[in-house]
């Protein structure tokens, strides 16, 4: 964990309190990647006991929210921080609203597999859950990126993470397309298309939360405010190879472009 940006306090104790406050927000972080994971499990797997145990530790990360937040509130009554002391309780504050949304969307995911399971007359074919595993993926590896990011205190890993909106939009509708020409082919799968397509548009949230995350931290880290803009990576290509791959990963599962 770099300490860099979180001390240098003539008061030692706040210097603790702030590093405190991090590794909260880490350990919520950690318990939503967690539930993100083993929802992507249930998925992979079709497996019922993992999807239950999702949704009952949802009140886990709700619990964890409320004390972080209190933690915050705390923190500003008794420091009344100022400049880039304040700075940075605000990011911790709006990075763990982020991670508490991409808990709670892991537990829908987790609530739509038990649905796609257990709610039709048969079980989905691989070729109609090839999506969901493709874009669950794309945004494990996402999410992970902005944790890593989020524990170094990373700008350039940060950087990298909030420039992948382009490619988790392009994962999304391709995904989209392709579930909608099953329908097409077959009314009988429209059933299990609309759980399917909410699942998928579940994943592209948790994906939209993670880049948020990276978001924040260049916040914390260098000042810069960089939402609802372009997100410039340095001139070593940062965050280039998102729109590079973007192609390798939204083909059709026999191969052949969307």
């Not at 008061?11 to 083993?38: C, K």
């Not at 890993?157 to 995904?175: I, K, P």
């Not at 392709?178 to 548009?201: H, S």
């Not at 410039?232 to 191969?255: F, L, M, N, R, V």
Request: glycine share 6%; with cysteine.
């Amino acid at each position: 964990m770099s300490q860099n940006h979180l001390e240098g306090h003539t008061v030692r104790r706040y210097d603790g309190e702030l590093n405190h406050l991090h590794l909260r927000v880490l350990e919520l972080g950690g318990l939503a990647l967690h539930q993100t994971r083993n929802a992507l499990i249930a998925l992979r797997d079709r497996d019922r006991r993992v999807a239950k145990s999702v949704i009952g530790r949802e009140w886990e990360v709700n619990q964890l929210d409320v004390n972080i937040d209190d933690e915050l509130i705390l923190v500003i009554a008794r420091r009344a921080p100022v400049a880039r002391d304040l700075r940075i309780v605000m990011g911790f504050a709006k990075t763990v609203n982020e991670l508490e949304r991409v808990g709670d969307e892991a537990t829908k995911v987790a609530r739509l597999a038990l649905q796609v399971f257990d709610g039709f007359r048969i079980e989905p074919a691989d070729a109609l859950m090839w999506d969901v595993q493709t874009m669950g993926r794309r945004v494990l590896d996402l999410l992970e990126r902005a944790m890593d990011a989020l524990d170094r205190l990373d700008l350039y890993r940060a950087q990298d993470v909030a420039a992948s909106r382009a490619v988790l939009e392009a994962e999304f509708q391709a995904g989209l397309r392709r579930l909608t020409t099953y329908v097409m082919e077959d009314a009988r799968n429209v059933g299990q298309v609309i759980a399917l397509t909410q699942i998928i548009k579940s994943l592209e949230r948790i994906g939209d939360h993670a880049r948020h995350v990276g978001e924040y931290v260049v916040y914390l880290v260098s000042g810069e405010d960089v939402r609802h803009q372009k997100c410039q990576p340095d001139e070593t290509g940062i965050g280039s190879s998102d729109a590079e791959e973007s192609d390798t990963h939204t083909d059709s599962p026999d191969g052949s472009p969307p």
